[in-house]
């Protein structure tokens, strides 16, 4: 298998993992990284799953906005440290 296949299919496995996370399907999420990836990482995966929450709840718009604007700052960081854009 080539480096590239191989990280393309971690990298889909991270977000599998990710996204039953954000859903509350799984209480953890194992990350390996640096300190500032890891730091990164748990920020994008709080904040998505917060919003989501949110979005699923009866909440205002201004707590919506509120969650929204957390996982857009997330996402940038994210974005900065792993050179692609978040997927959630």
């Not at 194992?30 to 949110?54: E, F, H, W």
């Amino acid at each position: 298998m080539s480096r590239a296949n191989e990280k393309h299919r971690t990298r889909r496995a991270f977000e599998r993992e990710a996204a039953r996370y954000i859903l509350g399907e799984a209480k953890k999420i194992d990350l390996k990284g640096t300190d500032r990836q890891v730091s990164v990482v748990t920020a994008a995966l709080k904040s998505s799953k917060r919003l989501y929450r949110v979005l699923s709840s009866n909440a205002t718009l201004q707590e919506c906005r509120t969650a929204l604007e957390e996982k857009r700052r997330a996402a940038r960081e994210f974005r900065d440290v792993f050179g692609y854009v978040w997927p959630f």
